[in-house]
């Protein structure tokens, strides 16, 4: 199994930056994809943003050009920057990852979960 716990959420103003950082602990961290998701208050789950274990990434339409996902196997550690916030990012954001060596597709399960940081933006 992987561990992962969540960082880097507070409070920003609309036009602000933060960084997200997911710690893995456990077996070989390179050899997991890891996942961005976000709920929102009277919202679902929703996907945000994943990088494979070859370092592919993938953005939901509502965050690309403003996300950027990225990954440092040396420290075990998934980062998802994020610029530009608007209100309605304001979300828990949770870390995810599959099985070890699972490509990133549609439907997938995501089997390991962080408990998640809250992200706050206001206007």
């Known amino acids: 199994q992987v561990q992962l716990v969540e960082s880097g959420g507070g409070l920003v103003k609309a036009g602000g930056s933060l960084r997200l950082s997911c710690v893995a602990s456990?077996?070989?961290?390179?050899?997991?994809?890891i996942g961005w998701f976000r709920q929102a208050p009277g919202k679902e789950h929703e996907f945000v943003a994943a990088?494979?274990?070859?370092?592919?990434?993938h953005y939901a339409d509502s965050v690309k050009g403003r996300f950027s996902i990225s990954r440092d196997n040396a420290k075990s550690t998934v980062y998802l920057q994020m610029y530009s916030l608007k209100p309605e990012d304001t979300a828990v954001y949770h870390c995810?990852?599959?099985?070890?060596?699972?490509?990133?597709?549609?439907?997938?399960?995501?089997?390991?979960w962080g408990q998640g940081t809250q992200v706050t933006v206001s206007s």
């Open positions: 995810a990852a599959p099985q070890p060596q699972i490509p990133i597709v549609d439907g997938m399960s995501w089997d390991y």
């Open positions: 990088i494979s274990w070859s370092s592919d990434s």
């Open positions: 456990g077996r070989a961290f390179s050899s997991y994809a």
